[in-house]
């Protein structure tokens, strides 16, 4: 992700998330102190970007590897994650940063409950509308 001069680079198999506004009220109008807001477990957001997987090792094609260099691009296993989707993930397991003035959440893929993709673009309040049974978690 490059803003200005500046390019932030998403390492192994982690994104990088714009995390939603928490709801600071309840369906029944009360509203919730910012510490209550930041305690709960699942939480969601779009993906920024993501880094670019999981490495692999290199596989050696003689007895002695050791003896000659190999200028080999890495190779990686491909996330799921793309940018774009929209992802549930574990609340405790995320890194939070700050770039160029916008907050931002370093997760790894592990960490990542669901993936939302569409074709269209949907708002985060949209996305969440999609799922049955999500009526009793608090998220």
């Known amino acids: ?9 998403v390492v192994g198999d982690r994104v990088l998330i ?7 009220r309840t369906e029944v109008g009360l509203y ?4 209550v807001v930041e305690k709960e477990e699942v ?15 290199e596989v050696a ?7 000659k260099s190999s200028n080999k691009e890495p190779r990686y296993i491909p996330l799921q994650a793309e940018p774009g989707d929209y992802a549930l993930f574990l609340k405790k397991t995320a890194m939070e940063i ?10 790894s893929q592990a960490s990542i409950l669901v993936l939302v993709r569409d074709a269209e673009t949907l708002g985060s ?5 999609e799922f049955e049974g999500l009526d009793g978690l608090d998220i």
């Open 1 to 9: 992700m490059r803003i200005g001069n500046k390019e932030l680079l």
């Open 18 to 24: 714009k995390q939603e506004d928490l709801e600071e």
């Open 32 to 35: 919730l102190p910012q510490t």
């Open 43 to 57: 939480q969601g957001g779009r993906i920024v970007t993501t880094g670019p997987g999981i490495a692999l090792a």
């Open 61 to 67: 094609e003689d007895d002695e590897p050791w003896r």
């Open 98 to 107: 700050k770039f160029e003035g916008e907050k931002y959440l370093i997760v």
């Open 125 to 129: 309040d949209d996305v969440l509308d």
